[in-house]
């Protein structure tokens, strides 16, 4: 049973460019979650998806953007990229109504020069 | 306002030694979850242990146990018999009805096991 999967492992790009992160949940989990991780900090919520849907938004800019697909696996978007936006990139799967569970990716290390 | 604290940055703990990690969180909602994780150097997100508020019993997962107190809106990680493999980062999060849809973390413990 594969778990969480993320794609890119690394990325390095320059500022005001794009990039799509992409996420593929636990088997059976319909939910997708999104966190960026600055350097020694805690994670922080950006957006939750479930049926394809924006469910809730942390406090990130319009900048981020998301989709969740039929097979529920996710890309995270990120536009006009800052040096700030430097982080490492969490995916989190879980199932409606099953609040105690939440499993985590790889992550994606994003690197903005 | 829903907050958790992790009031230690760093931890030395001797190989085989117990440690306890502390965390401590503000909500005002009566159903909410709590729960532990580890990040190794790799970076990937590690569930350890869950304890919903309503759980009577302290949660337990091998060498991991959470010591929950309501009253005092503490839920410390106990891990017994450390290995080096603990060295990591722990993070404590919360997830309640009013955050419904994302976990609320604290800052985190770097916890360094010496052999």
């Known amino acids: 049973d594969a778990g969480v999967t993320q794609s890119p492992t690394h990325l390095i790009k320059t500022r005001g460019q794009q990039v799509t992160l992409r996420c593929s949940p636990k088997s059976g989990h319909d939910t997708v979650s999104w966190y960026q991780q600055a350097l020694g900090q805690g994670p922080q919520f950006i957006f939750q998806?479930?049926?394809?849907?924006?469910?809730q938004r942390g406090n990130f800019p319009d900048r981020f953007s998301g989709h969740q697909f039929p097979n529920y696996s996710s890309e995270l978007n990120v536009n006009a990229l800052l040096l700030g936006d430097s982080a490492l990139y969490l995916c989190?799967?879980?199932?409606?109504?099953?609040?105690?569970?939440?499993?985590f990716g790889p992550g994606t290390r994003l690197t903005v020069l | 306002a829903q907050k958790i604290t992790q009031t230690q940055p760093g931890m030395f703990v001797q190989e085989k030694e117990a440690v306890t990690l502390d965390c401590t969180y503000d909500?005002?909602?009566?159903?909410?979850?709590l729960f532990w994780y580890k990040q190794p150097s790799s970076g990937e997100m590690i569930f350890l242990i869950y304890q919903g508020s309503y759980d009577e019993q302290n949660a337990t997962e091998g060498r991991y146990s959470l010591n929950f107190q309501k009253a005092r809106k503490s839920a410390n990680l106990v891990i017994s018999a450390s290995q080096l493999g603990d060295s990591a980062m722990y993070f404590c999060?919360?997830?309640?009805?009013?955050?419904?849809?994302?976990?609320?973390w604290g800052a985190g413990t770097k916890l360094i096991i010496k052999p």
């Open positions: 989190a799967s879980s199932s409606q109504g099953v609040v105690h569970e939440q499993f």
């Open positions: 909500t005002s909602d009566q159903s909410y979850g």
């Open positions: 998806y479930y049926e394809e849907e924006e469910r």
């Open positions: 999060a919360m997830r309640t009805p009013d955050s419904n849809y994302q976990l609320i």
